[in-house]
């Protein structure tokens, strides 16, 4: 295999709660793409914490939203429980995390531990955002329009419009 070329048939998984997905979300499933072949977007079900939007919205608020040059190679799926039973019956390979500040470490490192022992056959690649990205994420994008700001340029579109008609807010 020549450098820059990635194995064969290697499927990873970028979980989350999606809650709503931000464009640092999009950005670093456009990159997990270094690794992996296809990629499964894992939405948990999030029982550790109250979510804006159903399930079924957030689903499909990132088949919405992914670029086209993504979607035939991205698998968007709602999931419950230990993210690595659902890695095995998925036949995953690689668990896609993302990490933006340092505060993200800790949490993100016991996490990648506990499932390496798990599953040992599981490997946790941490990726950063673009620059741009770098201080977002989805409670600071709730907040913000919860508070009447704007998210046009945090978000996708379809995420921007269901946060409007959610908070009850008009167009700018």
């Known amino acids: 295999m020549g450098p820059g070329r990635k194995p064969a048939g290697r ?34 079900h999030a029982h550790h914490k109250q979510t804006l939007f159903t399930i079924k919205e957030r689903v499909a608020f990132i088949e919405d939203a992914l670029p086209v040059r993504l979607r ?23 668990a896609i995390r993302g990490l933006r500040v340092i505060s993200d470490f800790e949490y993100e490192f016991q996490m990648a531990l506990m ?22 994420n989805s409670t600071v994008v709730k907040e913000v ?21 959610r908070f009850q807010l008009g167009g700018e």
């Open 11 to 44: 499927v990873g998984i970028f979980p989350g709660t999606f809650d709503p997905i931000t464009l640092g979300h999009i950005d670093i499933a456009s990159r997990a793409f270094h690794f992996c072949d296809d990629l499964i977007m894992a939405v948990a």
């Open 72 to 94: 035939e190679h991205v698998r968007v799926k709602p999931f419950k429980g230990l993210l690595v039973e659902f890695a095995k019956r998925e036949s995953v390979q690689i």
């Open 115 to 136: 499932n390496k022992r798990l599953w040992p056959n599981i490997e946790t690649v941490f990726l950063m955002p673009g620059e741009e990205f770098i201080y977002l």
């Open 145 to 165: 329009a919860r508070c009447g700001g704007p998210t046009a340029d945090l978000v996708p579109p379809n995420v921007d419009k269901a946060l409007r008609d």
